[in-house]
């Protein structure tokens, strides 16, 4: 059987198949810019689904902040171990982030079950009291993005989120919020979304900043 074995080449036939289909399937469809470009590409590389051009937002200057954040070293919080483990390392080193996710503590979820919440709702708290520039990355607790919301006053420092938690009960309504909201914010419509998607929007953001420092 003859494929494609080397993994570099099979992510740039894949995009280069996926340009392809936009340019064919949507002809005036126009992205607003380079990086919004690749970070659409790359959650449609990541989900075979091409509702992503229409459904994945992004508030103005958002792209900015977020690149200012990453690019001066800020700390990365995420909703889930899954998201964290999706995001590049390697490159988020080279910029000296730190990516943390408070779900999984001890004293988090002692924390959540004192107060009947949930512990992506007191993780996120943990979070507030943190000081320095913040990336909110949610992809699967819509609970940890409206706690976000409510305590927006607390912040310390530049924040930005990227909200695209998945599901049916409260994630189409807290992106909508979110989309209303005062944050620079990278979000979705509807109920399409999840740790995968948070991830590679990451990545696209982090790749676009490799490469143009190289």
């Not at 000296?96 to 959540?112: L, P, S």
């Not at 979070?127 to 919301?149: C, S, V, Y």
């Not at 998945?166 to 979304?193: H, N, Y």
């Amino acid at each position: 059987m003859d494929y494609i074995k080397q993994p570099q080449k099979i992510e740039e036939q894949s995009f280069a198949i996926i340009s392809d289909i936009i340019e064919s399937d949507y002809p005036d469809y126009r992205f607003r810019n380079p990086l919004e470009e690749k970070i659409i590409k790359r959650v449609i590389h990541t989900t075979a689904d091409f509702d992503w051009l229409d459904i994945l937002k992004f508030s103005d200057g958002a792209l900015d902040i977020i690149s200012g954040i990453l690019n001066g070293g800020g700390t990365l919080y995420t909703d889930t171990t899954m998201v964290m483990s999706g995001i590049n390392k390697r490159v988020l080193a080279q910029l000296n982030c730190d990516v943390r996710c408070y779900i999984a503590e001890t004293n988090v979820a002692a924390i959540a079950k004192e107060n009947q919440i949930t512990r992506s709702m007191a993780a996120v708290d943990k979070a507030l009291n943190e000081g320095g520039d913040k990336l909110f990355i949610f992809g699967n607790a819509p609970t940890a993005l409206f706690r976000l919301l409510e305590n927006q006053d607390e912040l310390k420092g530049k924040t930005a989120v990227i909200g695209v938690p998945v599901g049916f009960v409260g994630a189409a309504e807290s992106k909508q919020a979110l989309s209303e909201s005062d944050f620079p914010f990278i979000t979705a419509q509807g109920r399409k979304g999840g740790s995968n998607i948070a991830a590679a929007i990451v990545n696209a953001i982090l790749y676009h900043i490799r490469d143009n420092q190289e």
